[in-house]
């Protein structure tokens, strides 16, 4: 899911808009400074003083133009109430008017619903699903309230194994075949994981 996330921004910075990473997983590290995209040189504010700054907690990525980041300041117990404070709010509204394209990195849905407190400051949420491991009746119930509400955008399908040829099904969805991996182990952990993807 991240690094579906990582590889959306990329090549849209590439692309040459001005594009913003938000770390969204607040229940998490910060994958830009674990891996180093970015470099905080003074220790992190309070959260909420944190994204309350705008301009000071957001960075430009090194080695990728036009790519900026909003780290994690995670793992942080109270996240959701963060996420639902007026400084985050203002933060991804004053980011639509700065930014071209801003990709907010949610945690999956199967862990907490944060993607949906993020999702009013978003034009929508992109799925992201792995074969053999996302299960299914989750996955379908998220659909149908996601669709219901009109703030699905997509889905990207992850980690594709070699296929077998599409097998017809009638799942009374419009559907006409599915693609069925061809290693069928059972997963031991299921999970469905999500990004929100916010656009101008």
Known sequence: KTIVAYNLAIASAQAGMRTLLV???????????????????????????????????????????????????GPLRKAAGILESSEMKH??????????????DSPSLSRCN??????????????VTRPGYTQGSILSQVIEELEENEVLLGAVINDIKQLQPPVPVDSGRGYSAVDTPVDQTPAKNHKVTSGVGSRK
């Open 91 to 104: 933060l991804l509204e004053d980011a639509r008017g700065r930014f071209d394209f801003v990709v907010v």
């Open 23 to 73: 770390e969204g997983d607040l229940r998490s590290h910060s994958v830009a400074q674990a891996q180093e995209v970015i470099h905080l040189m003074d220790a992190p504010l309070e959260p909420l003083r944190f994204y309350g700054s705008k301009t000071e907690c957001i960075h430009l990525a090194q080695d990728f133009e036009n790519l900026y980041i909003l780290p994690s300041l």
């Open 114 to 127: 944060d993607a949906l407190l993020l999702q009013p400051f978003t034009d929508g949420i992109v799925l």
